[in-house]
């Protein structure tokens, strides 16, 4: 099996995860705790309408750690602006959450990020 499909199946077990970004001001990492999506078969980073520290930083430095237990990976973040697919995506994750409010206001004030497996790797020191 490889170091994808064990991720895969760790992201399939686990709803929250932790992450690892590069600070896009500091350079320094940032490590933070965060909910995992699935939506057309794929992982995916959001939360509620609003600003996230995160989100700026991936779209500094789109590569980050993802923390699956004691397993470090690294993958890439896919930033996702495309109106369509942001309704897709949002379209899917939005109405299971009984607290999440609008459709709408998601997909217009959400971050919206795809964690990128392919060709993930174990993080280095």
């Known amino acids: 099996m490889t170091e994808t499909d064990e991720a895969r199946r760790e992201l399939d ?5 932790e992450i690892t970004t590069i600070g896009r001001r500091t350079g320094r990492p940032r490590r933070i705790e965060t909910w995992r999506y699935r939506a057309g078969g794929r992982y995916w980073l959001t939360g509620s309408p609003g600003s996230r520290d995160w989100y700026a930083n991936l779209l500094a430095h789109p590569e980050f ?3 699956l237990g004691e397993r470090e990976l690294r993958v890439r973040a896919r930033v996702v602006t495309d109106p369509g ?6 379209g899917e ?18 971050p919206l990020v795809e964690i990128e497996l392919t060709g993930a790797a174990p993080a280095g020191p």
Do not use: K, M
């Open 13 to 17: 077990r686990q709803r929250t995860v």
């Open 93 to 110: 994750i939005v109405p299971g959450l009984g607290w999440a409010g609008s459709l709408q206001s998601w997909i217009a004030g959400s």
């Open 85 to 90: 697919e942001r309704a897709r995506v949002f």
């Open 65 to 67: 750690t993802l923390h």
